[in-house]
């Protein structure tokens, strides 16, 4: 509670912001983080220790006003760095969703791909599972048709049902076809 009291008349005040001894410690940058390069231990161990050193003598001071001023301004730089952190990270929130959310529509997505095999017809051909293409030539161009999976040995086709049904099914595993 009784803090002066307690550190015996310690009545100095912080480093003024801007001054010249703080602009000497706000103003030190940061190298770019090499994260992912390299060995990332050792290179993240290097890179941690060649940052400290840039502050050195502060920190290491004799002075313990020194130290303690320059841990307070880059305390300070800490927390505006998180706080910058936290806002990209909000505005990924509201422009991605969070992690269930895109776990959901992975899941979706993979399950619409199984669902749209489980559709597939079979080649008139050579019986073959086909798959959906666009047309990128002729009279359908830019329209989806069936092709055979052993294209260009095989250059069997099934036009598109456009029918709702096709997209009906129910989720059980489907049958193979009758015909
Ligand atoms: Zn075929």
């Known amino acids: ?18 001054s ?15 994260l992912g390069e390299g ?13 400290y050193d840039k502050f050195h003598r502060w920190l290491d001071a004799e002075d313990p006003d020194l130290a303690a ?20 990270q909000g505005e990924a929130f509201r422009q991605e969703g969070g992690f269930r959310e895109r776990l959901s529509a992975a899941r979706l997505e993979t399950r619409e791909q199984q669902q749209a095999k489980a559709d597939a017809p079979t ?15 002729g009279r359908n161009v830019g329209q989806p048709f069936w092709g055979c999976t052993g294209y260009p ?7 598109v049902s456009t029918g709702s049904d096709a997209h009906r099914r129910p989720t059980t595993p489907a049958s193979p076809p009758t015909h």
Not at 39 to 51: I, K
Not at 153 to 159: I, L, Q, S, V
């Open 1 to 18: 509670m009784n803090l002066f009291g307690k550190y015996g008349g310690y009545r100095k005040l912080p480093w003024k912001v801007p």
């Open 69 to 88: 001023n320059a841990l307070l301004l880059l305390i300070g730089r800490t927390l505006n760095m998180l706080g910058r952190q936290k806002e990209a």
């Open 39 to 51: 060995d990332g231990l050792h290179e993240a161990s290097a890179y941690l220790l060649a940052q």
């Open 123 to 137: 080649c008139p051909e050579c019986g073959k599972p086909m798959c959906q293409r666009l047309a990128r030539a």
């Open 153 to 159: 040995a095989c250059k069997g086709t099934r036009e």
């Open 20 to 34: 010249s001894e703080a602009c000497e410690v706000l103003d030190l940058r940061l190298d770019p983080n090499p």
